[in-house]
């Protein structure tokens, strides 16, 4: 098959289970390491032509990282489009499957991996109020129905925003520091907090730091996401 991934996350599951498959990605697609197919724009704009050009027999979208008008433009050069949507964990397990079949690939060991230790994962009883920016200037933070409030949900983090009407508001700086919150999370993207960039915004709150791939990304990272993410966060 040749396969045109436009979401970083399924670029890396497809790259680590069938290598040889992806003729075309992003240039956001920096996993696995080395990657020779074709960059064809970024996941906002990719160049429809350049991805017709290649002729791939499937062209894999998320509904959150790609815009409609895209996909739509795509299907109407005769290009079969897989649409995944990812909310939860399980919904990215369940993707992820469905992904590496269209793609004629065998259910591969990072995926039971990842099931596995996520699983494993002791049962917390007094879960963290926190808030998780994801961008500064102005201050974006995590709100409802998100993968990455998923997963911090089952590492007994509380998001206080996770009933926002928005999955990604925007949120005044003193508001934040007035919600309620005991823990400040900050992922490393898309916005890139630094321990020198983003918890003074937050004085007097703890705060942890945590790698972007392993909260955001659905993939083999989920194997090690677990136990890292664990430990940013103790």
């Not at 879960?127 to 409802?144: K, N, Q």
Request: net charge negative.
């Amino acid at each position: 098959m040749r396969v045109v991934s436009l979401v970083p996350s399924l670029t890396e599951a497809v790259a680590a289970t069938g290598p040889g498959l992806l003729v075309g990605v992003t240039d956001w697609c920096t996993h696995p390491a080395g990657l020779t197919a074709a960059r064809i724009g970024g996941t906002k704009n990719p160049d429809i032509a350049a991805v017709a050009a290649l002729r791939p027999d499937l062209v894999l979208a998320n509904e959150e990282e790609n815009r409609e008008p895209d996909l739509a433009a795509l299907r109407d050069a005769g290009l079969d489009v897989l649409v995944t949507e990812v909310r939860t964990l399980d919904q990215a397990f369940v993707e992820l499957g469905r992904v590496l079949t269209a793609c004629g690939l065998a259910r591969p060991p990072w995926l039971d991996e990842s099931e596995a230790a996520w699983a494993a994962l002791p049962a917390v009883h007094v879960p963290r109020p926190a808030v998780v920016p994801v961008w500064r200037r102005p201050w974006m933070v995590l709100g409802r129905d998100t993968f990455a409030g998923d997963l911090l949900a089952r590492l007994g983090v509380r998001n206080v925003y996770a009933g926002h009407p928005d999955r990604y508001p925007r949120v005044p700086l003193a508001e934040l520091n007035a919600s309620g919150a005991e823990l400040v999370v900050l992922p490393d993207e898309p916005y890139r907090f630094t321990p020198a960039d983003g918890p003074e915004a937050f004085p007097g709150l703890p705060s942890a730091h945590v790698d972007g791939r392993h909260l955001t990304w659905y993939g083999p990272s989920l194997a090690e996401a677990a136990g890292a993410l664990r430990a940013a966060l103790r």
